[in-house]
Nanobody, 124 residues
């Protein structure tokens, strides 16, 4: 599976941004997709995940009420709508695929494929 993330850029605090991730290749193997992020000098952290079939969603506490994950199975796309952005949301955002397991976990080591990352900078 190949993943291509896009949509990053510079946004003012309080603004919105939508990230997209296109999956290609052996997409029939996708069980879950997720977004992680990594800020400068920090470890990569889980942001949100979605079950590919069923659409159940999961959000990190830090983004609940502000971010929404969705997917379009027909286009093999996953999206991350980010609202009320804060400077602490500044990071490189990565999409990832997990081929098995019951849910999209928060552990990055459970994921099998990764996109190249798209950078989001939130100015104060």
């Amino acid at each position: 599976v190949q993943l291509q993330a896009s949509g990053g850029g510079l946004v003012q605090a309080g603004g919105s941004r939508r990230l997209s991730c296109a999956a290609s290749g052996r997409t029939s193997s996708i069980a879950h997709m997720a977004w992680f992020r990594q800020a400068l000098g920090k470890e990569r952290e889980f942001v949100s995940g979605i079950k590919w079939n069923g659409g159940n969603t999961f959000l990190a506490d830090s983004v609940k009420g502000r971010f929404t994950i969705s997917r379009d199975n027909t286009k093999n796309m996953v999206y991350l709508q980010m609202n009320s952005l804060k400077p602490e949301d500044t990071a490189v955002y990565y999409c990832a695929v997990r081929n098995g397991g019951p849910i999209p976990t928060t552990n990055e080591y459970d994921y099998d494929y990764w996109g190249q990352g798209t950078e989001v900078t939130v100015s104060s």
